[in-house]
């Protein structure tokens, strides 16, 4: 029976794989809804949408990811449509699946994927690709959406990765690019008319339907022409898709107090990468740092209101018993009202459990007053603050408006306050950034140990310094630009090393960790590939590629390999895809999705990062004309309200 729960069948092969807790399901507040909730038709038409929605990572990192979590809810809210959770399988799974013939499982009701309407996945990094692969190969859909057939779902891509869907064009029929509260609701629409008419047209039709609204890409309905030295030419809808659009455009969602989800935040019941209740406090940003995609595609910024913040904090906890609350965003310490926020928290939860966090802090940001509310009720861990980059010359070129004297007068603040420990978060390989550039991590590290232990007075004062290896993104101003391969990466991660030991004074105080340049390439290269990219995917799948975004799963040897393989018919290789810069005029592969940016404003951007000038917040300052307000019919939606978060009262 279509819907069925092969539980029983699954049980048995629990006690053979590790953490089998991850694949039971049943976490608090998650759902599992009748699979016929829709109802039928007067024909018998089926009316029920079906969503399974993957994070194609572990459970221990899929669970806590709030996108998921909340189109779960989202969808489940719906009378006619029910959404059920799927995570990739550990290998040890993945090998008694195959072994026993039983199919990727969704872990509500553990039913098929295949059986689902939509396969929705959300791709935050494009290192996850090789296990959507296997978990289409597990559930029996064909891995390329040309040979998949009327009973197969519609593979659905989202997430920030999804601004470039290009690399993974084969194996998807169709993409969302920005927010998808909205979005997943229009869909489940769309496909619920198309199954009260009894599916005329069968799977074309209903992706052709998609793709009209002008807000679906779906790349069978895009050509793409390419020139003798490997550029692409032009990307065009086909002349047999007749209403589909030449530019496909994201969406946003605006007043955010509108969408209070998550409301039942899910309870893992295995050890996750986030133990602790999480709200967006505003989404979107403007601070205009060049490398930061996620900065450039969720324009605008759009707040909630400090008494909307309040209601999703009181009712998430009451949900989930979580102790911990992290107040999210892009650069939570810019909400306009964060003050009041955080003083307003702390007083109503004072004397209880609950303790307050935020992410990484700006620099600029930071103050005192602000941490010391966050702390409380007792709650003191270590401070994290992102320079990105190591001289002011390199965050003039980034766009990183932070100052030597801004750092070492927030950290001495910190250290003076009580904080001993302080995590310094750089980037290696920034547009043209030199050896010195890198270097200068070690004595702004050495700096910082010494404002400490003046301030302190105190010796075991401890600054970690960690650092990422830069990779350029689309929609960015840095899209055009050429990365640092992986030897160099090292090489100059190596000499700032032995300038961090070199130093007796200071080098026991500083801990350092980094990221060699491998995984940074591969990244690079499904980042801002093209269609042809997908053939080193599926190639690195077929070799056993799995889990790329760990490091004991991750190997460059194979991704190379299959690269030069994939990739021996045409005029390009990896370094043409990474390495290479890019022309101002050259057609990139995701031109034709609109994030909102105009690409000459990013060009402009672009040229400014050379100059090394740099960009106000257009928060606070007049509109720089980036398109994204104007085009896509948005605006900024800040505070301050006004209105004061009281304590709950006592009934």
């Not at 290998?91 to 013939?101: F, I, K, N, S, V």
């Not at 965050?395 to 904080?419: C, F, P, Q, S």
Request: one cysteine or more.
């Amino acid at each position: 029976m279509s819907g069925e729960s092969f539980f029983h069948d699954l049980e048995p092969l629990l006690e053979k794989v590790s953490k089998p807790i991850q694949y039971v399901g049943g976490e608090l507040n998650s759902q599992s809804k009748d699979w016929h909730c829709g109802g039928h038709g007067p024909g018998g038409e089926e009316l029920t949408v079906r969503w399974a929605l993957m994070y194609p990572d572990a459970y221990e990192v899929g669970l806590p990811n709030q996108g998921v979590m909340i189109l779960y809810e989202v969808l489940n809210e719906q009378p006619n449509a029910l959404a059920e959770r799927t995570y990739a399988m550990w290998p040890d799974m993945e090998a008694q699946l195959r072994e026993h013939g039983l199919p990727q499982f969704t872990v509500d009701a553990h039913r098929n994927v295949r059986e689902f309407d939509v396969f929705g996945l959300s791709f935050s990094t494009e290192l996850g690709y090789t296990n959507m692969l296997t978990a289409l190969d597990l559930a029996g859909i064909p891995l390329h959406a040309a040979d998949r057939c009327d009973d197969d779902p519609i593979v659905l891509s989202g997430g920030h990765a999804s601004f470039n869907p290009e690399p993974i064009a084969d194996f998807i029929d169709a993409a969302v690019v920005g927010d998808g509260e909205e979005a997943v609701l229009a869909i489940t629409k769309h496909i619920a008319q198309w199954k009260a008419e009894g599916r005329p047209g069968g799977r074309r039709e209903i992706l052709l339907r998609l793709a009209r609204t002008g807000g679906v890409y779906v790349p069978a309905f895009y050509e793409v022409d390419y020139l003798p030295d490997g550029r692409i030419k032009r990307v065009a809808p086909s002349p047999d898709a007749p209403g589909v659009p030449w530019r496909v455009s994201k969406h946003t969602v605006m007043e955010l107090d509108e969408w209070p989800y998550p409301k039942q935040p899910l309870v893992p019941l295995a050890e996750t990468v986030h133990e602790r209740m999480s709200v967006e406090i505003f989404r979107g940003c403007t601070r205009g740092c060049r490398f930061c995609q996620a900065g450039m595609i969720t324009r605008p910024v759009r707040e909630r209101s400090i008494t909307g913040i309040g209601d999703m904090v009181e009712k998430g906890l009451a949900a989930t018993g979580f102790e911990e609350v992290g107040l999210l965003s892009l650069s939570s310490a810019d909400h306009t009202e964060i003050a009041d926020l955080t003083k307003g928290l702390a007083d109503r939860y004072e004397g209880t459990q609950t303790g307050l966090s935020l992410p990484s802090t700006r620099v600029d940001a930071f103050n005192i007053d602000l941490a010391n509310e966050l702390t409380r009720n007792g709650r003191r861990s270590g401070l994290t603050f992102a320079p990105e980059g190591g001289s002011e010359r390199i965050r003039k070129v980034i766009n990183k408006m932070v100052t030597e004297d801004d750092l070492i007068n927030t950290v001495a603040a910190a250290y003076g306050a009580g904080w001993r420990q302080v995590k310094l978060y750089f980037m290696c390989g920034l547009p043209t950034e030199t050896d010195e550039d890198v270097l200068q991590i070690a004595e702004l590290a050495k700096r910082v140990i010494e404002t400490g232990r003046q301030v302190s007075g105190r010796r075991d004062i401890r600054c970690t310094v960690s650092i990422g290896g830069f990779v350029p993104k689309p929609h960015t101003p840095f899209q055009w630009c050429g990365q640092l391969g992986a030897q160099e990466t090292d090489a100059r991660l190596t000499k700032l090393r032995e300038a961090i030991r070199a130093d007796k004074r200071y080098g026991s105080s500083i801990g350092m960790r980094y990221h060699d340049g491998q995984p940074g390439i591969v990244e690079g290269l499904l980042s801002r590939g093209d269609r042809r990219v997908g053939r080193i995917i599926e190639a690195v799948w077929r070799d056993g590629g799995r889990f790329d975004g760990w490091s004991e799963h991750f190997s460059y040897e194979r991704w190379m390999r299959c690269a030069e393989q994939a990739l021996e018919a045409y005029p390009v290789d990896v370094a043409w895809y990474t390495t290479r810069e890019r022309g101002e005029t050259e057609v990139l592969p995701w031109d034709h999705l609109d994030s909102g940016l105009d690409k000459e404003w990013l060009w402009d951007d672009w040229q400014d990062a050379l100059d090394e000038t740099e960009v106000d917040d257009c928060r606070w300052t007049p509109c720089f004309d980036c398109g994204v307000c104007p085009q896509m019919g948005t605006e900024i939606q800040i505070g301050p309200t006004g209105k004061k978060l009281l304590p709950l009262s006592v009934v």
